[in-house]
């Protein structure tokens, strides 16, 4: 930005917050240079507890790793206690690994023969109790309640008799459990005819005879499944959503949407059943469901067509009709082979306070208010430099990808995935200017695209200019750098307080703070 722009950045430091700056924390999982990544060690699914201070990933192999925070613990409590009590935390959020268990395995339809596969799709916490940790996990048609609980290792320590005397003691307590023929009483008491002389015991007892102690010095987990919710979805689960109740649960496939007890696991509600009587008649499926952090009555739902339904439990009991639809009319004569496939809404996530919806199509972000249902306060262009090579993408079926996006604590900023690894974080402040694109490695800031100063509606930003003159080759970016689309980062998170994401790049666990 040149130094004729000094009003509006004087402005943009009044209005929006400044833009951060990222730095490497963590890496689980590093590859080797020429490591050959496992198809089952593939991270398939990440979130965060409501607290931060736990984080859960799924992969292909259907395996679910818990990981913990330790900067906390180390100062004796929450950052957010420590910062009321003016206690200058510097050190960033710091995580290890927990513990790990086989969640799902692979399974066959023998009714459909159908290959059901053992990957994780959703990973979602619930409240915790009593110490333990409780989260839902999915693969396409199974969903199952996980308890994960320290349990204490019990260990019988040394008789901690007096080593002196032990000797001495040895024959007494040897000799009560002499093999000499007991006779059985009436009254069920039992005479032992050996001489009764080696039970007798001193006046005041023997002082160097003591009973073992327990300890329990060591803590295991224990991973215990608790409910199977099973045999609900004829299609493949996409979605799994916990109620504010902390109660209920929904779980969505192609086709419907059923809400379930956490205690019951032998029977759902279907809430929302859009198959046509006619499946020739399908226009569009369901692609991801959530429910309102704070509202239990309240949910969306997005399509393959684009949209959004916002619907209230308390209208019906199926809800078939919607209180609120948010889509975006398409711009006259845009239409082509391709817009319906790159409108598919991917995620779609509430913001913290339940104000905002965020959802991602192939093509952006868009970030909508509930309140305004005409359309999104912001677009954010994220793959708009790839248009010219859509057909190439339909070819590979890239453009079929399903990229997950997410939004910071207080609602500031956003953030989701792209190809090679990169990740873009946007400010949705009215007035921010920021956009950042960071790559998944130790130097996150190692590949910087030019980006458009403010993210907008319109298709004649800057970045889309120099894509569409330079644009022959398939694998180059907006820089010039090459792209690499088999290397994709669909799945992040944010965490829910604090400015920290974690991102999954194949097999490895990418953590940043700013």
Known sequence: ??????????????????PLEWKFSQVFGERTAGEEVQEVDIISAIEFDKTGDHLATGDRGGRVVLFERTDTKEHGGNRRDLERMDYSVTRHPEFRYKTEFQSHEPEFDYLKSLEIEEKINKIRWCQTANGALFLLSTNDKTIKFWKVQEKKVKKISEMNMDPIKASGNGGIASSSFSSSPKTNLANGDCSDQSETNNLSFPPGGISSLRLPVVTSSETSLLARCRRVYAHAHDYHINSISNNSDGETFISADDLRINLWNLEISNQSFNI?????????DLTEVITSAEFHPTHCNMLAYS??????????????????????????????GSRSFFTEIIASVSDVKFARDGRYLLSRDYMTLKLWDINMDSGPVSTFQVHEYLRPKLCDLYENDSIFDKFECCLSGDGNRVATG???????????????TEATTLEASKNPMRRQVQTPSRPSRSLTSSISRVVRRGAE???????????????KLLHLAWHPSENSIACAAANSLYMYYA
Do not use: W
């Open 1 to 18: 930005m040149d130094s004729g722009d000094g009003g509006e950045v004087a402005s943009a430091a009044a209005g929006p917050p400044t």
């Open 473 to 487: 080759s398939p694998t180059v970016d907006a820089n010039g750098n090459s792209f690499d689309f088999t290397t």
């Open 418 to 432: 792209s190809y090679s690894n990169l990740f873009r974080i946007f400010g949705s402040t009215t007035g921010s």
């Open 272 to 280: 929302v059943d859009v198959k046509p009587t006619n499946m020739e």
């Open 303 to 332: 399509s393959s067509k684009g949209s959004i339904r916002l619907i209230d439990l308390r209208q019906s009991a199926l809800c078939d009709s919607h209180s609120k639809l948010f889509e975006e009319q398409e711009a006259p």
